[in-house]
């Protein structure tokens, strides 16, 4: 759906997005100044905006600074983007760039900067903005605002509407995972449809800094240190080499009007706990931290891709089998490689047969190195997913295993709540906490989902203390968007879960309910509603995760 509306109207949002916080009478005063044309000086804002020389400005000054890109203060912001984009090669010449714009000053001050850079690259912008109806009126708010945006400053725009919270009541998916997916496909589909090569997000050095310490906090190597890169499959980043308080100034000294994301404030989600809770502190220690850990993203990215390079090149100097569902390298060949280099042989190797590292812990690759360089003149390890790693008299081999897979114990233990409860039969962690309904914000949905497993769920619905256990005969639960109940069995026969992994399963459960199958789906008894109080916030990870799992 392709949102249209009146100039008028969205010149106005343009103008102030708020503008129904201002008093009556200033709401007037727009509304006759935008409707009926009467003042001079609208119509030199308008003059500036159809001849695309400085957008949303509103003073002769700040249109001079935009006819001459690059001459103010001793390094604009516009100066470190064109230098950014220049460095990864982000834009060629007439490249179609679709713009993702949420509303907020990132995405808006991106919009802005690659409006000033267009003619000088020779560029076709489109804008696309996807309401994800997950904050009801406020989303349909920024959408509005984006459109009029848009059509204030002459740029065509698509608005499109999707119901992520039925797709991840329907798949099982978590939220953050759900709308991830679904805003980079339509960004992708826009850039289609438009004939633009290139997919520009906001992402800035702030948010680069934020996800290096995620990363490092949950345990990464290389890859996870690396960060996000600034242009990869056609998705650029040119904001990446800006912080947030040059973007929020930029906003200021431009006059741009931007819209509040409040969630942006709810501590419940780990990104804006380190944002809002951890980087204060950190900053004490080093005033300068976003830029350290920039830089270091910068160099680990570049080592590791020379690496993953070197890594590749030795795979296919030792390879002897290299097959869909099993490889094999020459043993005395691994051997005779580097350390660093024999991981990501192990890795390579793995990836090849699962199309993911992501459950590939560091303590994996690391029993495997011992594997090889052991004594023994052969042995067998299991690896998650039913990857086995075998060594023979002259060859290290991988292959996938078909068979009953590994034997859980059955074990049941009382869920710490709040706190961490430890899973050593199935390498897991489950971390639990209480918060305030208000705090986790508008969300009548739950989810979980195998690559980001989280779980919100009506706290004052649970009767009795939980658990968490491997799956019994005869188990049952109602899957999160269906009326009735299934059986547990029945239900991972429809997800396509193999035989071998359903064991590997946590299910969280009080003494009669199934709450979570942790990793999949939670239960409809116990979804968020308008009557909720209190939320249990569940979340898996792998218990290698928090100390050196790479990523």
Not at 164 to 187: C, D, I, M, N, T
Not at 356 to 364: G, I, K, M, R
Request: charged share 25%; hydrophobic share 40%; proline share 6%.
């Amino acid at each position: 759906m392709v949102v249209g509306i009146g100039f008028a109207n969205s010149f106005l949002i343009f103008l102030h997005p708020a503008s129904c916080l201002l008093p009556p009478e200033t709401q007037v005063y727009f509304g006759i100044v935008i409707e009926k044309l009467k003042t001079e000086r609208f119509r030199q804002i308008l003059a500036v905006i159809r001849q695309e020389k400085s957008p949303g400005c509103r003073n002769d000054t700040c249109v001079k600074m935009h006819s001459q890109p690059g001459k103010v203060g001793r390094k604009s912001m516009l100066d470190k983007v064109r230098a950014t984009i220049n460095r990864f090669s982000m834009l060629d010449r007439n490249d179609g760039v679709v713009v993702g714009v949420s509303g907020g000053p990132d995405s808006v001050a991106l919009l802005h900067v690659l409006l000033a850079l267009r003619e000088e690259l020779e560029l076709r912008l489109h804008v696309a903005h996807l309401n994800h109806l997950f904050r009801g009126a406020e989303a349909e708010e920024d959408a509005v605002f984006v459109a009029g945006l848009a059509k204030a400053w002459g740029l065509p725009v698509t608005v499109e509407t999707f119901d992520v919270p039925a797709l991840v009541a329907k798949e099982g998916v978590s939220a953050q995972e759900a709308a991830r997916r679904v805003r980079y496909g339509f960004l992708r589909r826009v850039a289609a449809s438009a004939g633009a090569a290139k997919v520009a997000v906001g992402h800035h050095a702030d948010d680069q800094a934020e996800t290096v310490l995620i990363h490092l906090l949950r345990g990464t190597g290389p890859k996870g240190l690396g960060g996000m890169a600034p242009a990869r499959e056609g998705i650029i980043r040119p904001l990446l080499e800006v912080t947030r308080a040059e973007i929020e100034n930029y906003c200021r000294e431009h006059h741009l009007p931007t819209r509040l994301d409040r969630s942006n404030e709810k501590t419940v989600y780990r990104r804006n706990r380190v944002r809002l809770c951890l980087m204060p502190v950190l900053k004490e220690y080093n005033p300068r931290m976003v830029e350290a850990l920039t830089r270091l993203a910068a160099v680990v990215r570049d080592e590791d891709e020379y690496l993953d390079r070197d890594a590749y090149q030795a795979f296919l100097g030792i390879c002897l089998l290299d097959e869909k569902r099993h490889i094999a390298v020459s043993l005395p060949g691994f051997l005779g490689l580097p350390d660093a280099l024999k991981r990501r042989v192990i890795r390579r190797c793995y990836s090849q047969l699962r199309g993911q590292t992501v459950d590939l812990s560091y303590d994996h690759v690391e029993v495997v190195l011992a594997l090889a360089k052991g004594p023994e003149a052969a042995g067998e390890t299991h690896l998650p997913g039913g990857v086995r790693a075998k060594k023979g008299d002259k060859d290290l081999s991988f292959y996938r295993y078909e068979g009953a897979g590994v034997p859980v114990p059955d074990y049941c233990l009382p869920l710490v709540v709040p706190g961490y409860t430890l899973l050593p039969a199935v390498n897991r962690l489950i971390r639990a906490e209480v918060v305030p309904a208000e705090q986790v914000g508008p969300m009548p949905w739950l989810g979980a989902s195998r690559g980001d497993s989280e779980a919100f769920l009506d706290y004052g619905l649970v009767q009795g203390p939980l658990y968490v256990r491997r799956r019994r005969p005869g188990d049952r639960f109602q899957p999160l968007g269906f009326r009735g109940m299934k059986k547990l069995q029945d239900f991972f026969i429809d997800v396509k879960v193999p035989r071998q992994e359903r064991d590997q399963v946590p299910v969280v459960a009080t003494e009669r309910e199934i709450l979570w199958v942790a990793g999949f789906r939670p239960d409809e008894r116990f979804r968020i509603g308008p009557a909720t109080k209190q939320v249990l916030h569940l979340e898996m990870s792998a218990l290698d995760e928090r100390r050196d799992k790479y990523t």
